[in-house]
């Protein structure tokens, strides 16, 4: 019983000047519960442990636009109000765009929370282990990383929490990463650029309906007959992609997982081939484009294949004949000057009757 309550005093007497009188010297903390050790025995005083809690923090992964919440949790609670200074700081996730450093929150009990400034100084109430700091993030609609296997925390995307000992506290700074886990895809399309002619190059619009902040998402490209006929028709194997609408083209190899990617800051693309000119009278004939997702690599492309056909028309029976030039209209005739009337003749003056006889 002696012993324990001259460990109990001593402790009060030196523990409770250095670490709240003197609160930065925690070194000095440390030292006196080596020398209570030494003189007193155990590391406890009525169960309770005799050093400085210290500190500790997980790294998690959160969905974008879900709250992240660091846990802090401490070796034992803290007796007094003790202090942290929190500190919230870019990693690859960059502020404002991926979550928001105006959205600082922390809790004691994981349900009631109160704001705070980051870089700013919170309190551990008496009795508490454990303090909750919850940070609003972004939904974006930008394809961001992937996780990277094995090692999460070396991938895009990711900010992080450091936990720096003020009062009441042993051991140094914590530092805890939140990995914003992407749940976008970008979503593929093809139209094509209307019917061609034979011997035109029929061609196509790929589109992706948003960006990728990193990844390459990749495409293949197969060229399907609808009525045409590979063999006559067209030519595979000037099958063509271009990224500068037409300024420059780079040769595809049909069926290739890896043939054409979507970089980041490239939505859109031309494809084109070009087809043949024949002298048979086919009509309208029907080639179709099929742009099929591959999600072998980093891609985050929706897996839905898509197409789109056009018509090649046949200039034979198509082209329209050349129109005759009318006639040259002839010159209507001089109209005729009409004959001079004839002057009415003179009335005869009628013969004198004959007298009776």
């Not at 040259?328 to 001089?334: E, N």
Request: hydrophobic share 30%; glycine share 10%.
């Amino acid at each position: 019983m002696l012993q324990t309550q001259s460990k109990y005093v001593l402790w009060l007497l030196i523990t409770d000047w250095v670490c709240h009188y003197n609160p930065l010297d925690t070194r000095l903390g440390a030292i006196v519960d080596t020398y209570i050790d030494i003189f007193c025995g155990d590391n406890t005083v009525n169960n309770k442990p005799l050093s400085l809690p210290t500190l500790e923090i997980k790294d998690f992964s959160v969905k974008e636009g879900q709250d992240a919440i660091f846990t802090i949790g401490t070796s034992s609670a803290a007796y007094k109000g003790n202090k942290l200074r929190l500190t919230v700081a870019n990693g690859t996730a960059i502020a404002p765009g991926d979550y928001l450093l105006n959205s600082l929150e922390y809790s004691t009990d994981g349900t009631n929370y109160q704001s705070f400034t980051n870089g700013s100084e919170v309190s551990f109430e008496p009795g508490t282990d454990c303090l909750y700091v919850r940070v609003k993030t972004v939904d974006d609609n930008v394809v961001d990383a992937n996780l990277a296997p094995g090692n999460i925390f070396t991938d895009r995307e990711n900010f992080t929490l450091t936990v720096n000992p003020v009062t009441g506290f042993g051991g140094g700074a914590v530092v805890g990463n939140a990995l914003i886990l992407d749940d976008d895809v970008q979503k593929i399309s093809v139209v094509s650029n209307g019917d061609k002619l034979e011997g035109e190059f029929a061609s196509w619009t790929v589109s992706v309906d948003k960006n990728s902040d990193y990844k390459w998402s990749w495409a293949k490209f197969n060229l399907v007959d609808g009525t045409t006929d590979r063999a006559n028709d067209y030519d595979p194997n000037t099958l063509e992609v271009s990224i500068d609408n037409g300024g420059s083209w780079t040769r595809l190899i049909e069926d290739d997982n890896f043939g054409f990617a979507f970089r980041p800051g490239i939505t859109s693309a031309q494809v084109r081939v070009k087809t043949n000119t024949d002298t048979r009278t086919e009509g309208s004939e029907s080639l179709i484009l099929k742009v099929s997702p591959n999600n072998e690599g980093l891609g985050h492309l929706d897996p839905t294949m898509v197409q789109a056909a056009l018509n090649i028309q046949d200039p034979v029976a198509g082209t329209p004949g050349t129109p005759t030039t009318p006639g040259t209209p002839t010159t209507p005739g001089t109209p005729t000057t009409p004959g001079t009337p004839t002057t009415p003749g003179t009335p005869t003056t009628p013969g004198t009757p004959t007298t009776p006889g």
